[in-house]
Structure formats: C-alpha cells, structure tokens
C-alpha cells in the first residue's frame, strides 16, 4: 500500500458506531481512517452488509406544517430533518410560516437548522452588498434567535452554483453549500460523477479558474416535488420512486464504504396538493420505510470536508 497524494476529501463526521465516511477521489482509493473502520468491522464478522443505509431529509422555506404536520411523524419515527431557514420570513406575521419559537424548538430537539437566506431573493441576480447581506446576514440572524452558527446555506431557487461571486461569498461564511438537483443519489467522491464530469479531485475550481461541476459548495440533492408534480400526487406511484431512489444506494456503498447519499428536499407536507405539496400519508409512509428498513437519518451537519485525508492505493 503507497500513498499516492495528499487530496481535499469529504467526509462524514458520523455521530455513531464509530463509522466515519470519506469522499475519495480515486476507483481504488481509501482513506487511513476507513482503513481503521474497515477492520473493526472485519473483526465483528460483519463487513459488507454492516454499511448503514443513510438519507438525508431537508425542509425548506419555513413551511408552517412542516412543523405541524412532518415534525410529529419525524418524532414518531425518532428522526431528525435540516431546516434551512429564510430568516425574514420567520419574522413575519404570516401564520404561514414557522415562529423562531417553533423554529427553537427544532433546534432543542436536535434538529438542525441552517440557512436558506435573508429574504429568497436569487442570489445571481445581487449587487455585492445584497449578496453579502443575504449570505451573511442569514448566518447572523439564526445565531441570534437559536444560539447556534449555521454551518451550511442553501441559495434559494438553487441559484448560484455556477457563479463564481456567489460561490465565493459562500465560501466566506460557511462550509458546504447545497448547489444542484438530482434525480439519483449524491456522490460523495467527487470523480462518482462519470455521466456527467470528469472530475477527479474535490477542489472548488479546477487549474483553469472555473468552477467544478461538484465541490462543497455545490451539493446535489432530489427535490421530492418534481416526484409530486410529475405523478400529479399519485402517492402509490411516487412512494416507489422514492423506494427506488432510497435503495438504489446499495449499488455503490460496499466494504464499509459509502459513496453515495440520498439527499431529498421537501417544501410542505400537506394535503393541498399545490406544487410544493407532499401528501401527508405519503410522507408518514416515506418515514414509516426508512425506519422498517434501518435507514440512518443524518442531517447537514453530519457532512464534512475534510483537507487532510490521505488517500492510498
Ligand atoms: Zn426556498
């Protein structure tokens, strides 16, 4: 075994079993402290099938019955969602929304809560002065209502990805950065793009100045609405997509090594049926699968980057 370089790598920072997960950059690369997970596996007589199957469950926009109707189902289930919050929007008087009480709340129960902007606006679109306020503001502004530093942002309307101004304001505020829709499950190394990339390394630009088609600040998450408006509510139709999406991981995550996440990003969970609609009983059945098949729930902040890893071969 010879180590080859000295690479950025993500990484989970995972809160249990002792597992830690990295992003490696290579086919037949592992890191040093996968290595030492991969044994204390092998020494349980339980190596392949011992690799957790993982979901990451995001809420967006401050939607009320997210409160209402997804955090008593969360509860019963006993998993935890990220909230990424438009500050402004909290502070309304529109009973639409969470109150910082409700939003408090989340966070005291060991929800995460990160950050989705000041006001929604698209961020591609900002003077540098706005840009920074929505960006930075945001951070401050949760800190001040919940006692805790967002970690993560999330552009709104997903915008930004692709701009290096925006990218580079992000980057002055926080760690990792939702960037992009996918319809399958998010590679965690970054050269698991093949269809699309031919990236081999997770640095944010690539030698020539552009940005890279994935880096921290462009993670890639399956927004659960274009299920629902594409199946029109069908629930029956959509809960086998997303049976299909949340499985389709076993195809990657071998040897006590996870490669790929799916990351799924609701708006509402209620039964009106708009276009950021979830079904309630869908939602309640979503769960209700992910807790029948041992599914760990990570949140954001379970996400990590890590500089310093030391890929071998
Ligand atoms: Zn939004």
């Not at 690479?7 to 079993?17: E, F, G, P, V, W």
Request: proline fraction near 2%; aromatic fraction near 10%; glycine fraction near 4%.
């Amino acid at each position: 075994m010879s180590i080859v370089s000295l690479l950025a790598l993500l990484i989970l920072a995972l809160a249990y079993d002792d597992l830690q997960l990295a992003f490696a950059n290579q086919q037949t690369t592992m890191a040093e402290n996968q290595i030492n997970n991969h044994d204390n596996l092998s020494n349980d007589n339980n190596t392949s099938s011992s690799v957790p199957k993982v979901v990451f469950l995001n809420f967006y926009d401050d939607e009320k019955d997210q409160y209402t109707n997804a955090k008593p189902i969360l509860d019963k289930y006993g998993f935890k969602g990220t909230f990424f919050i438009v500050c402004s929007w909290t502070s309304s008087n529109n009973t639409d929304r969470m109150t910082w009480h409700d939003i408090s709340q989340l966070y005291r129960e060991g929800h995460d809560i990160e950050s989705h902007s000041m006001t929604h606006k698209r961020l591609n679109k900002l003077s540098e002065d706005a840009l920074d306020y929505e960006v930075g503001q945001s951070k401050q502004c949760i800190y001040n209502h919940i006692g805790a530093m967002p970690t993560v942002f999330s552009p709104p309307h997903n915008l930004g990805w692709n701009n290096a101004t925006v990218i580079n304001t992000i980057a002055k505020y926080y760690d990792l950065s939702i960037g992009g829709f996918v319809t399958g499950p998010m590679f965690l190394r970054c050269d698991g793009w093949k269809q699309s990339s031919t990236q081999t390394d997770c640095r944010t630009y690539s030698d020539n100045g552009t940005l890279n088609h994935v880096n921290r600040y462009d993670i890639k998450e399956r927004t659960h609405n274009a299920l629902d408006t594409r199946y029109s509510h069908n629930d029956t139709q959509i809960f086998d997509k997303f049976v299909q999406l949340v499985d389709s991981q076993t195809n990657y995550n071998k040897n006590g090594i996870i490669d790929a996440v799916p990351i799924i990003g609701y708006h509402d969970i209620d039964n009106n049926k708009t276009i950021t609609s979830t079904d309630v009983n869908l939602f309640d059945a979503e769960m209700k699968y992910l807790h029948d098949n041992g599914f760990k729930v990570l949140t954001m902040s379970d996400l990590g980057y890590d500089e310093k890893a030391i890929i071998s071969t």
